[in-house]
């Protein structure tokens, strides 16, 4: 515009000028303003729609890929604390069913009359959001008659909670490793439970279209409906593999004592050979009713394995099976699981057999393969043994050194 006219119409319009000083001054400041609050609302847009989509969860993606993950966790059941909390009779002690490292359990009953078990995450639980987001993953991607079935999960401010099938015969330790109740599990049934598991592992190991080491295999984790049948549960130390992966290594080793594989214990390397390992402890547990742990002879410095391990030598296989079953065992089923109880704990992973190996071997009657010495064998006057300076009953992590 020509000076001329501006000047004209400055002399002709004595308030244009200011008018213009304001509307220099205005929109700038206007155009920020509109810009923060795009800025603002598009953040909390997004915000919203992580919450909604992961309910509040806080992601920990180490050895995760969340764009799967996220497709699945839609997929889950989501309930309120206030559903919960009216099925479990706001967390009633008498609807406590036990506790362990994750944290308390709780029976409950939902409105439709559905029986469900609430895993209630401690507060001053060594496990947390990676254990608790890791088992909500897993289970949403499993499905086998042998895993526990997760009904959903709830996440409300700090609480993380799962939602399991109720099982109303409980663990397998608590009926196993009392003197009283273990009398309700006769050969029969202590049988299909170590094929049940067997096939459950060979599920996860090799049948699944993920490959998960469940790095916690122990009696406690083997939940038991109302038939006995059972089923793999509590996933949150669970690691997948991929593709042609067959072993991994850790400086952070988790599990639990008497469980744990030596090359995992020692070395931090884990693969599905350590859940064989902790597969055969168990099937030793499940004969004898003894637990590893805690197992002492009164004449010999021997665990569970040992003692099973000397037995084998010396031809006497059913000295190790509990008394409880004399009425009811079936002598060549016997023998056969002490046998590939023992075949499992081998102290060198490539001398273990696999999951499906394993699974062939119980259902069939051919000629199996000789033993060696197990891991952790304890002698005495020996150095050549494996110890741990403390026992506990809970989930244990262990720092490898370097």
């Known amino acids: ?88 009779n706001n967390f009633s002690i008498n609807n406590k069913l036990g506790e362990g490292g994750f944290g308390p359990v709780y029976k409950g009953v939902l409105e439709t009359g559905q029986e469900i078990a609430v895993k209630q995450l401690s507060r001053t639980s060594e496990q947390g959001y990676d254990e608790f987001y890791n088992e909500v993953v897993c289970v949403a991607k499993l499905q ?8 959903g999960y709830c996440m409300d401010g700090d609480e993380r909670i799962l939602i399991y099938e109720y099982m109303s015969n409980k663990s397998l330790d608590l009926l196993l490793f009392d003197e009283t109740k273990s009398c309700m599990l006769d050969w029969p049934q202590r049988f299909c439970i170590i094929n049940g598991i067997a096939r459950g592992m060979l599920y996860l190991h090799q049948d699944s279209r993920l490959r998960i080491i469940h790095r916690d295999l122990k009696a406690a984790n083997i939940l038991l409906d109302h038939d006995m049948n059972p089923k793999i549960s509590d996933f949150g130390l669970a690691r997948e593999f991929e593709g042609n992966q067959i072993t991994a290594k850790t400086k952070k080793v988790v599990g639990t004592y008497g469980y744990i594989s030596p090359e995992y214990a020692l070395h931090g390397r884990f693969s599905v050979k350590s859940d064989v390992f902790s597969f055969g402890v168990l099937v030793l547990e499940i004969v004898s009713g003894k637990k590893n742990r805690e197992f002492s002879h009164e004449d010999l410095n021997d665990n569970l394995l040992g003692h099973a391990w000397r037995l084998y030598t010396e031809g006497k296989y059913l000295e190790l099976m509990s008394p409880s079953l004399h009425n009811s065992c079936i002598i060549s089923e016997v023998k056969r699981s002490i046998h590939v109880g023992l075949l499992c704990v081998q102290n060198h992973a490539q001398d273990r057999p696999t999951m499906s190996s394993v699974v062939m071997m119980l259902g069939g009657d051919g000629s199996l393969p000789p033993p060696r010495q197990p891991a952790f064998f304890a002698e005495e006057g020996s150095r050549k043994h494996y110890t741990f300076s403390k026992v506990d009953e809970a989930t244990i992590t262990l720092l490898v050194p370097r």
């Open 1 to 88: 515009m020509p000076a001329s006219l501006i000047k004209g119409l400055t002399v002709s319009q004595p308030g244009f000028n200011r008018k213009i000083e304001i509307l220099i001054i205005v929109l700038p400041t206007l155009v920020v303003l509109m810009g923060l609050s795009v800025a603002v609302y598009a953040f909390s847009m997004k915000k919203k729609r992580s919450y909604i989509k992961g309910r509040g969860r806080r992601v920990h993606s180490t050895d995760r890929h969340n764009s799967d993950v996220e497709k699945e966790d839609l997929e889950m059941n989501f309930f309120s604390l206030s559903i919960i909390t009216k099925a479990t």
């Open 144 to 151: 086998h008659r042998n895993l526990v079935k997760l009904v």
